[in-house]
């Protein structure tokens, strides 16, 4: 399947943004969609994922209570919305789907299809 990252940019601190990630097809209902990012010299890090299947969700620490996951199953898409933004979320998000369901394992192997990347820069 292929991914269409849109929705990044400039933003303030304690601003919000709305990432989308779009589908060109369906999503199986035995795969999980997750964002992910990665800052200049970091690795890539999971941010949250939301399974096909029952819509579970999990969000990594600096993501609870600010970042929400959320799925239009119509739409083929899933969206991540951002609020009270950091200066130290400024990086580059992609989305990925992957086999299997959402959980705390969520890492870069386990998803095989990826976005081209949404840059967010939170300035201070």
């Known amino acids: 399947v292929q991914l269409v990252e849109s929705g990044g940019g400039l933003v303030q601190a304690g601003g919000s943004l709305r990432l989308s990630c779009a589908a060109s097809?369906?999503?199986?209902?035995?795969?999980?969609t997750a964002w992910f990012r990665q800052a200049p010299g970091k690795e890539r890090e999971g941010v949250s994922c939301?399974?096909?299947?029952?819509?579970?969700?999990y969000s990594a620490d600096f993501a609870k209570g600010r970042f929400t996951i959320s799925s239009d199953n119509a739409k083929n898409t899933v969206y991540l919305q951002m609020n009270n933004l950091k200066p130290e979320d400024t990086a580059v998000y992609y989305c990925?789907?992957?086999?299997?369901?959402?959980?705390?394992?969520?890492?870069?192997?386990?998803?095989?299809?990826w976005g081209q990347g949404t840059q967010v820069t939170v300035s201070s």
């Open positions: 990925a789907v992957g086999a299997g369901l959402c959980s705390p394992a969520m890492g870069v192997a386990l998803y095989d299809d």
């Open positions: 097809a369906f999503i199986n209902e035995d795969h999980s």
């Open positions: 939301i399974s096909s299947a029952d819509g579970s969700t």
